[in-house]
């Protein structure tokens, strides 16, 4: 992602993406 947002990752837990 290219907007800092929060998204569940696959693996469980909440990936920030920059």
Do not use: D, E, V, W
Not at 3 to 18: E, M, V
């Amino acid at each position: 992602m290219t907007t800092t947002r929060f998204a569940p990752s696959p693996t469980g837990y909440l990936h920030i993406g920059n």
